[in-house]
């Protein structure tokens, strides 16, 4: 099992960067494939990023493609989401997960639908102001 928690999170303005982190405790944290969700007031939560375990593939919401970037180090148990041109409706409690599925299956609109992950952080909150 691993274990994860958030921090980074804050007030930024719109148009400007964020860098959220996602520490992780376990032996077998090279073997998962890490991604970030994110969770809007009154909104479902929905994918963001995930990347595999070696790190050579990633996948982004097309929301946020182009402007965020997942990266990870396996050596500091980190994955990492670097949030740039940020915009008001990128609110959110922004949440790390692991899945030992891979970066594939982590962003199948059924991982979400059916509960699939259970390797969760508590999340970080981030506000982008207008």
């Known amino acids: 099992q691993v274990q994860l928690v958030e921090s980074g999170g804050g007030l930024v303005q719109a148009g400007g960067s964020l860098r959220l982190s996602c520490a992780a405790s376990g032996r077998t944290f090279s073997r998962y494939a890490l991604g970030w969700f994110r969770q809007a007031p009154g909104k479902d939560r929905e994918f963001v990023a995930t990347?595999?375990?070696?790190?050579?593939?990633?996948y982004y919401a097309d929301s946020v493609k182009g402007r965020f970037t997942i990266s990870r180090d396996n050596a500091k148990n980190t994955v990492y989401l670097q949030m740039n041109s940020v915009k008001p409706e990128d609110t959110a409690v922004y949440y790390c997960?692991?899945?030992?599925?891979?970066?594939?299956?982590?962003?199948?609109?059924?991982?979400?639908?059916?509960?699939?992950?259970?390797?969760w952080g508590q999340g970080t909150l981030v506000t982008v102001s207008s």
């Open positions: 997960a692991a899945d030992p599925r891979g970066a594939q299956a982590m962003r199948s609109p059924n991982t979400l639908k059916y509960n699939e992950l259970d390797a």
């Open positions: 990347i595999s375990w070696s790190g050579g593939i990633k």
